[in-house]
């Protein structure tokens, strides 16, 4: 509606805060929708299946999603600046590979995890150069180092894979946290959108990827280094694709070309399931944890249930066109109120 | 002299086709038969599908948009064209053909209406519907396949079958390259469309309306994703769950190498064309020079990578020049 | 004979929150050149956007040659007769000039194939009545800014209309390209055609038009034919009131240089640019749009990178890269477009006021909300900005006060050079008033101004010194007791180079 604003003086501007408009605001925000669809999957699956509110399965469930949350978390930053990456699935696989590799080679954990991340933050340098060094939009270029990253892992390995690690290497995605059921993986992940989220919400680059997601010129005629920001992303979403691959090759144990193939997808339908906007500067990281747990006990319970993993990827689809058309309906809505009000 | 260099230089398709020029000489120096005549037409065979697919991507990929349901709706629309086939053998293949075309169409429809009248950007639609359709798949063939001793004859040639000498997959993407050319160049719908993408406010101010080619551009996509899909089952002769995954990627990479911006307003269907080929030879031509098939991806993305870093190069030398130009 | 041809019948038209037009009446009669007045904000593109289907009216009527008309879409209205020239650059950058001026209404052959060589013909001809010089098949990106404009006035003419709507046609032409339009304009005029003309210049008004409507704040205010009528009448009933204290000037103690600009160039904007800035002066900027103002601005800043020339502040040459390192140096630079440039507009008041200095303001990167929260109540207090709260969104405020609150974000940087382009463009008188009482007040307490304007009465008002430039020249720099109107238009439109 912003364009429709323009040169309005103040006057004319209609004031309303009753309560009830206040209400109004607060249930139809996309985080209470979805909390609200959370609780919903919790209670049913619950009434479904004795099986689902077992703290044991609860736990272990979270092992199928962690990797794929934990590359959701950067992914918020590089689209809410507007940006798109569809090439961290294949940088995983590139990362995994290069895993499988040294450890063929005789490499110990900690070089192999080293290795990984390092392959990680090089693919996400090499996607941000490209973007911001010569001004390419960034789905074009993540189209072109989607096949690249996973061609250059399956020219070399071919049918082939990797699967010898070593022991302690299995600890990572296949771990708990001391003598209690929680699983390594989980608890990475919940530090990792601690620290995700307290650089959104909490800090100064936080403020200024909202800056650069709603207007890059603004933000630029406002010192705000737009490229450097947005080659940051680009590196971190590297970087915790890296992590993912080490988790993930950890957990089962073996390096494919193929590994986590469509990850990308599921990575961006997250964060866009979450509330973020794919045109940049709206959303937090609240709504997006919501929705991986959404999805995630989702699958769970209709496993449970034996629907199969097929109709999951209806109602994913589904779920993602509504977090984006219930939004819209509803300022619709609104607008619609607003001006019948103004009429009367 | 040196001018019509620089214009040569400065038309993308003129560009492309001495690329491919380069890169057949470059094939058949290591194996003299690349370019025999029956290889290259199982190169053009090859690459029909693309042609027609990438056709319909290049529409949406003008107006701004793109489509990543391509490849679900090629296996939503080949999957209930095979199992009607296979239900009932009797009836004509043709017929069959323009089901499997309809199919497409509304799963088009079904895109178009979520962008232009729910507002719902395209790259979100169709990862939507990208899952929804290839789900969809998997309830109508129950997980099951449609083999080639389950299918007709009749249906299996329908991309075998020859017009004069030529492949009929080979025919029909002629085709639909022809009716594209015509549509975006001498239609007024087609002409809309760089309007849309080119600016929006503008076109706006002329009456261009938005929504209506946005629903077109889906719809049109998804008629030839219909097509593509009865071809690619025939062809293969097995309609399987997993058809086409993927395949999105190829059909943007070739409008991304034929010159389309990915921003909308500008490209032509000849260079979309060029695209595909090129695709098309570079696949053909691995296992001529002895790569083996393993190659293809990272082969496929460097080039895309390398033909969009020297599109943006020779574009700013171009844009300086210009400014260079102006005001001495 | 005149006779009504378009005739607007308590129109209104509202956005969610907003009236933009309310109770308009306005009729447009058939060999006349009607002008449309009202300062930015009045409503004027708004009721351009009804005539042309661009917008529906929530409520009125809309009547042509006597019965009532419904333009669903822009195409309606260009089927009825009606053409417009949109303000804002409505090309198509990526087509050619035949294809921009035939988008919308294409020639077609019988079988409804497009007819391309009808239509480079046709352009041909409305290219040589303009007298231009251009290709029919060159792209749209490769031409100027005037071209451009000329273009889309070719393209209004392409359409056979009964009316003619003309937003702001001139902004950017040169004295003999406005030349060519009156021609036209006449010739329209003579073919009993109607037009509608929106221009800020009173001179043209008065030489081109012989009626006149005036709006203020979305309303109908008067009308009036311009040959009785004086420039005091017209300005009384835009404002609202007179002009006396529209430019506060005080004066101000004009110290040592703090910037010297030397040979300052951009390739294709402008070359050899200098000029000198000294404390507590008033610089002013003037020039037509496109001759390179902004441009030169923006590179001073650090947004576009200069070819060649020289930048030294304080006696010191600096290269600046970043707006970041301009920000350093203590420049500051409140840009042309505030919806685009200035303001974040779906971000709150507060964010916007901090967003220049949000590193330097939060200890280790984190945010202090405390910090924040005392700049924005200063800088906000000071600019007097009119909102609910420092929480609520930019675009829930009017024009004027968005622009007090970049005003507020720059000032809060604690500058010793304030850029300010277009300070004023699309504001309320009131705001507008404040604004140069308070560039005022910053330039008497030491702050060095620039000040880019199209307003000429703005440059001539505020200004100690002026800068003209012309296609991307300085064409002359002319002190306040020197300059009127006469030498700076002149000066502007390169009749006269030199000094």
Same mark, same amino acid.
């Given at each position: 509606m912003s364009d429709k604003?323009?040169?309005?003086?103040?006057?004319?501007?209609?004031?309303?805060?009753?309560?009830?408009?206040?209400?109004?605001?607060?249930?139809t925000?996309w %985080?209470?929708i979805l @909390?609200? #669809?959370?609780? /919903?999957? +919790?209670?049913?699956?619950? $009434?479904?299946?004795?099986?689902?509110?077992?703290?044991?399965?609860?736990?272990?469930?979270?092992?199928?999603?962690?990797?794929?949350?934990?590359?959701?978390?950067?992914m918020i930053?590089v689209i809410m600046c507007g940006d798109i990456d569809i090439?961290?699935?294949?940088?995983?696989?590139?990362?995994?590979?290069?895993?499988?590799?040294?450890?063929?080679?005789?490499?110990?954990?900690? %070089?192999?995890?080293? @290795?990984? #991340?390092?392959? /990680?933050? +090089?693919?996400?340098?090499? $996607?941000?150069?490209?973007?911001?060094?010569?001004?390419?939009p960034a789905i074009a270029v993540t189209l072109?180092?989607q096949?690249?990253?996973?061609?250059?892992?399956?020219?070399?390995?071919?049918?082939?894979?990797?699967?010898?690690?070593?022991?302690?290497?299995?600890?990572?995605?296949?771990?708990?946290?001391?003598?209690?059921?929680?699983?390594?993986?989980?608890?990475?992940?919940?530090?990792?959108?601690?620290?995700?989220?307290?650089?959104?919400?909490?800090?100064?680059?936080?403020?200024?990827?909202?800056?650069?997601g709603n207007s890059a010129?603004?933000?630029?005629?406002?010192?705000?280094?737009?490229?450097?920001?947005?080659?940051?992303?680009?590196?971190?979403?590297?970087?915790?694709?890296?992590?993912?691959?080490?988790?993930?090759?950890?957990?089962?144990?073996?390096?494919?070309?193929?590994?986590?193939?469509g990850?990308d997808m599921e990575a961006i339908t997250l964060v866009v399931l979450g509330g973020v906007s794919i045109s940049g500067g709206k959303g937090?990281?609240?709504g997006v944890?919501?929705a991986?747990?959404?999805l995630?006990?989702?699958?769970?319970?209709?496993?449970?249930?034996?629907?199969?993993?097929?109709?999951?990827i209806i109602i994913t689809g589904f779920l993602l066109i509504a977090a984006v058309l219930i939004p819209e309906m509803l300022g619709r809505f609104k607008a619609k109120?607003?001006?019948?009000?103004?009429?009367? | 002299?040196?001018?019509?260099?620089?214009?040569?230089?400065?038309?993308?398709?003129?560009?492309?086709?001495?690329?491919?020029?380069?890169?057949?000489?470059?094939?058949?120096?290591?194996?003299?038969?690349?370019?025999?005549?029956?290889?290259?037409?199982?190169?053009?065979?090859?690459?029909?599908?693309l042609i027609m697919v990438a056709a319909g991507q290049f529409l949406v990929i003008l107006t701004g948009g793109i489509d990543l349901s391509v490849g679900s709706t090629i296996a939503f629309s080949g999957?209930a064209?095979?199992?009607?086939?296979?239900?009932?053998?009797?009836?004509?293949?043709?017929?069959?053909?323009?089901?499997g075309v309809l199919v497409g169409t509304a799963l088009g429809a079904f895109n178009g209406s979520c962008v232009a009248f729910g507002k719902i950007p395209p790259i979100i639609t169709t990862l939507g519907t990208m899952s929804i359709f290839r789900g969809f798949t998997?309830v109508?063939?129950?997980?099951?396949?449609?083999?080639?001793?389950?299918?007709?004859?009749?249906?299996?040639?329908?991309?075998?079958?020859?017009?004069?000498?030529?492949?009929?997959?080979?025919?029909?993407?002629?085709?639909i390259?022809?009716i594209m050319?015509?549509f975006v160049?001498?239609t007024r719908h087609g002409r809309e469309i760089y309007a849309i993408g080119g600016n929006k406010t503008a076109a706006h101010f002329v009456g261009v309306s938005e929504k209506k080619v946005n629903f077109m551009v889906f719809t049109i996509s998804g008629a030839l994703c219909g097509l593509a899909g009865?071809?690619?089952?025939?062809?293969?002769?097995?309609?399987?769950?997993?058809t086409a995954t993927g395949f999105e990627l190829q059909t943007v990479a070739a409008c991304v190498?034929g010159g389309v911006s990915i921003a909308g307003g500008s490209g032509t269907i000849?260079g979309v064309?060029?695209g595909?080929?090129?695709?098309?030879?570079?696949?053909?031509?691995?296992?001529?020079?002895?790569?083996?098939?393993?190659?293809?991806?990272?082969?496929?993305?460097?080039?895309?990578?390398?033909?969009?870093?020297?599109?943006?190069?020779?574009?700013?030398?171009?844009?300086?020049?210009?400014?260079?130009?102006?005001?001495? | 004979?005149?006779?009504?041809?378009?005739?607007?019948?308590?129109?209104?038209?509202?956005f969610p929150?907003?009236?933009?037009?309310?109770?308009?009446?306005?009729?447009?009669?058939?060999?006349?050149?009607?002008?449309?007045?009202?300062?930015?904000?009045?409503?004027?593109?708004?009721?351009?956007?009804?005539?042309?289907g661009v917008y529906q009216?929530?409520?009125?009527?809309?009547?042509?040659?006597?019965?009532?008309?419904?333009?669903g879409t822009a195409h309606?209205?260009?089927?009825?007769?009606?053409?417009?020239?949109?303000?804002?650059?409505s090309?198509f950058t990526e087509l050619?000039?035949?294809?921009?001026?035939?988008m919308g209404?294409?020639?077609?052959?019988?079988?409804?194939?497009?007819?391309?060589?009808?239509?480079?013909?046709?352009?041909?001809?409305?290219?040589?009545?303009?007298?231009?010089?251009?290709?029919?098949?060159?792209?749209?990106?490769?031409?100027?800014?005037?071209?451009?404009?000329?273009?889309?006035?070719?393209?209004?003419?392409?359409?056979?209309?009964?009316?003619?709507?003309?937003?702001?046609?001139?902004?950017?032409?040169?004295?003999?390209?406005?030349?060519?339009?009156?021609?036209?304009?006449?010739?329209?005029?003579?073919?009993?055609?109607?037009?509608?003309?929106?221009?800020?210049?009173?001179?043209?008004?008065?030489?081109?038009?012989?009626?006149?409507?005036?709006?203020?704040?979305?309303?109908?205010?008067?009308?009036?034919?311009?040959?009785?009528?004086?420039?005091?009448?017209?300005?009384?009933?835009?404002?609202?009131?007179?002009?006396?204290?529209?430019?506060?000037?005080?004066?101000?103690?004009?110290?040592?240089?703090?910037?010297?600009?030397?040979?300052?160039?951009?390739?294709?904007?402008?070359?050899?640019?200098?000029?000198?800035?000294?404390?507590?002066?008033?610089?002013?900027?003037?020039?037509?749009?496109?001759?390179?103002?902004?441009?030169?601005?923006?590179?001073?800043?650090?947004?576009?990178?200069?070819?060649?020339?020289?930048?030294?502040?304080?006696?010191?040459?600096?290269?600046?890269?970043?707006?970041?390192?301009?920000?350093?140096?203590?420049?500051?630079?409140?840009?042309?477009?505030?919806?685009?440039?200035?303001?974040?507009?779906e971000?709150?008041?507060?964010?916007?006021?901090?967003?220049?200095?949000?590193?330097?303001?939060?200890?280790?990167?984190?945010?202090?909300?405390?910090?924040?929260?005392?700049?924005?109540?200063?800088?906000?207090?000071?600019?007097?900005?009119?909102?609910?709260?420092?929480?609520?969104?930019?675009?829930?405020?009017?024009?004027?006060?968005?622009?007090?609150?970049?005003?507020?974000?720059?000032?809060?940087?604690?500058?010793?050079?304030?850029?300010?382009?277009?300070?004023?463009?699309?504001?309320?008188?009131?705001?507008?008033?404040?604004?140069?009482?308070?560039?005022?007040?910053?330039?008497?307490?030491?702050?060095?101004?620039?000040?880019?304007?199209?307003?000429?009465?703005?440059?001539?008002?505020?200004?100690?010194?002026?800068?003209?430039?012309?296609?991307?020249?300085?064409?002359?720099?002319?002190?306040?007791?020197?300059?009127?109107?006469?030498?700076?238009?002149?000066?502007?439109?390169?009749?006269?180079?030199?000094?």
């Amino acid at each position: 509606m912003s364009d429709k604003l323009k040169h309005v003086s103040q006057s004319r501007l209609i004031n309303e805060t009753s309560f009830k408009e206040r209400l109004i605001e607060t249930v139809t925000k996309w %985080e209470f929708i979805l @909390i609200v #669809l959370f609780a /919903g999957v +919790v209670i049913f699956f619950s $009434n479904a299946s004795p099986y689902f509110l077992n703290y044991f399965n609860l736990m272990n469930t979270t092992f199928n999603f962690m990797e794929k949350a934990i590359m959701a978390l950067p992914m918020i930053f590089v689209i809410m600046c507007g940006d798109i990456d569809i090439s961290v699935a294949s940088i995983l696989a590139l990362s995994s590979f290069a895993m499988g590799h040294a450890s063929a080679a005789g490499a110990g954990t900690p %070089e192999i995890i080293l @290795i990984g #991340l390092c392959v /990680g933050m +090089v693919c996400g340098i090499f $996607n941000g150069l490209l973007i911001t060094g010569l001004k390419i939009p960034a789905i074009a270029v993540t189209l072109g180092s989607q096949s690249l990253f996973r061609g250059i892992s399956q020219a070399i390995l071919g049918d082939q894979a990797y699967t010898q690690y070593p022991e302690s290497f299995a600890y990572f995605g296949q771990g708990y946290v001391g003598d209690t059921l929680i699983p390594f993986e989980l608890v990475l992940f919940l530090i990792l959108a601690a620290v995700m989220g307290f650089i959104l919400h909490k800090t100064s680059y936080g403020r200024k990827l909202y800056a650069v997601g709603n207007s890059a010129t603004a933000a630029r005629f406002s010192g705000v280094p737009v490229a450097r920001i947005r080659f940051t992303n680009m590196v971190l979403n590297g970087l915790f694709a890296g992590i993912a691959a080490v988790l993930l090759t950890s957990r089962i144990g073996s390096t494919r070309p193929n590994i986590a193939n469509g990850w990308d997808m599921e990575a961006i339908t997250l964060v866009v399931l979450g509330g973020v906007s794919i045109s940049g500067g709206k959303g937090n990281i609240f709504g997006v944890i919501i929705a991986i747990f959404l999805l995630g006990y989702l699958k769970f319970g209709m496993g449970l249930l034996n629907i199969s993993a097929r109709s999951m990827i209806i109602i994913t689809g589904f779920l993602l066109i509504a977090a984006v058309l219930i939004p819209e309906m509803l300022g619709r809505f609104k607008a619609k109120r607003k001006l019948m009000k103004q009429q009367a | 002299m040196k001018k019509s260099i620089e214009k040569i230089l400065q038309n993308r398709e003129l560009n492309l086709v001495g690329l491919i020029i380069i890169l057949l000489i470059l094939v058949t120096i290591r194996s003299p038969r690349f370019l025999e005549l029956r290889n290259v037409e199982r190169i053009v065979n090859d690459t029909a599908i693309l042609i027609m697919v990438a056709a319909g991507q290049f529409l949406v990929i003008l107006t701004g948009g793109i489509d990543l349901s391509v490849g679900s709706t090629i296996a939503f629309s080949g999957m209930a064209a095979s199992m009607l086939n296979e239900a009932y053998p009797a009836m004509p293949v043709y017929l069959i053909l323009l089901i499997g075309v309809l199919v497409g169409t509304a799963l088009g429809a079904f895109n178009g209406s979520c962008v232009a009248f729910g507002k719902i950007p395209p790259i979100i639609t169709t990862l939507g519907t990208m899952s929804i359709f290839r789900g969809f798949t998997f309830v109508l063939s129950k997980g099951q396949w449609v083999t080639a001793h389950e299918m007709t004859s009749a249906y299996t040639m329908i991309p075998r079958g020859r017009l004069f000498g030529i492949p009929n997959l080979t025919t029909w993407a002629i085709f639909i390259f022809i009716i594209m050319y015509y549509f975006v160049k001498y239609t007024r719908h087609g002409r809309e469309i760089y309007a849309i993408g080119g600016n929006k406010t503008a076109a706006h101010f002329v009456g261009v309306s938005e929504k209506k080619v946005n629903f077109m551009v889906f719809t049109i996509s998804g008629a030839l994703c219909g097509l593509a899909g009865v071809m690619w089952t025939a062809r293969y002769a097995a309609a399987v769950n997993e058809t086409a995954t993927g395949f999105e990627l190829q059909t943007v990479a070739a409008c991304v190498l034929g010159g389309v911006s990915i921003a909308g307003g500008s490209g032509t269907i000849t260079g979309v064309l060029l695209g595909a080929l090129f695709l098309g030879i570079i696949n053909n031509a691995l296992p001529v020079v002895n790569l083996s098939p393993f190659y293809q991806m990272a082969i496929q993305g460097f080039i895309v990578l390398a033909a969009i870093v020297a599109n943006v190069l020779m574009e700013q030398r171009n844009e300086k020049k210009l400014l260079n130009r102006r005001r001495q | 004979m005149k006779k009504t041809i378009l005739e607007l019948k308590d129109i209104a038209k509202y956005f969610p929150g907003i009236k933009a037009l309310d109770n308009v009446d306005f009729t447009i009669r058939t060999g006349e050149v009607h002008a449309l007045i009202g300062e930015n904000g009045a409503g004027k593109s708004t009721l351009v956007k009804i005539m042309t289907g661009v917008y529906q009216p929530t409520k009125g009527k809309i009547l042509m040659e006597g019965s009532e008309v419904h333009f669903g879409t822009a195409h309606d209205a260009q089927a009825a007769g009606v053409a417009a020239i949109h303000q804002e650059a409505s090309m198509f950058t990526e087509l050619t000039v035949t294809e921009n001026i035939f988008m919308g209404h294409h020639l077609r052959k019988k079988g409804g194939t497009l007819d391309w060589k009808a239509m480079r013909q046709h352009t041909q001809e409305l290219l040589d009545r303009l007298e231009l010089d251009i290709n029919p098949d060159t792209l749209i990106k490769n031409l100027g800014t005037a071209q451009r404009h000329m273009v889309e006035i070719a393209k209004a003419l392409s359409v056979d209309a009964q009316l003619v709507i003309m937003d702001e046609p001139t902004s950017a032409l040169s004295l003999h390209e406005v030349e060519e339009l009156y021609k036209i304009i006449r010739q329209l005029k003579d073919e009993g055609k109607a037009i509608v003309f929106i221009s800020h210049k009173f001179d043209e008004i008065f030489e081109i038009c012989d009626y006149f409507t005036v709006f203020r704040d979305g309303q109908y205010i008067g009308e009036g034919e311009v040959a009785t009528s004086s420039v005091d009448e017209i300005v009384k009933m835009m404002v609202g009131r007179s002009l006396g204290h529209m430019f506060p000037k005080k004066e101000a103690a004009i110290g040592e240089a703090v910037l010297d600009v030397k040979g300052l160039s951009l390739p294709g904007f402008f070359k050899n640019v200098s000029f000198t800035l000294h404390k507590g002066e008033i610089l002013g900027f003037f020039g037509l749009v496109g001759a390179g103002r902004s441009e030169v601005m923006r590179t001073i800043f650090g947004i576009d990178k200069k070819s060649e020339g020289t930048i030294v502040l304080n006696g010191h040459e600096i290269h600046i890269s970043s707006p970041r390192l301009a920000m350093q140096r203590g420049i500051a630079y409140v840009p042309e477009d505030r919806q685009e440039q200035g303001a974040i507009l779906e971000m709150s008041l507060s964010h916007n006021i901090t967003l220049p200095q949000i590193d330097k303001i939060s200890p280790f990167g984190v945010l202090n909300k405390k910090t924040e929260k005392t700049i924005t109540e200063e800088f906000g207090n000071k600019m007097e900005i009119k909102a609910a709260n420092w929480k609520v969104n930019a675009n829930t405020l009017s024009g004027g006060n968005q622009q007090k609150v970049v005003l507020a974000k720059w000032l809060a940087t604690d500058p010793d050079i304030l850029i300010l382009d277009e300070p004023t463009k699309g504001i309320d008188v009131a705001t507008k008033a404040a604004v140069h009482e308070f560039v005022s007040e910053m330039a008497a307490a030491g702050l060095a101004v620039i000040l880019v304007s199209s307003e000429l009465p703005e440059v001539l008002g505020m200004a100690d010194r002026i800068v003209v430039m012309h296609e991307g020249h300085v064409s002359k720099v002319l002190n306040r007791d020197e300059a009127n109107s006469d030498n700076v238009i002149l000066a502007a439109t390169g009749h006269e180079e030199g000094m």
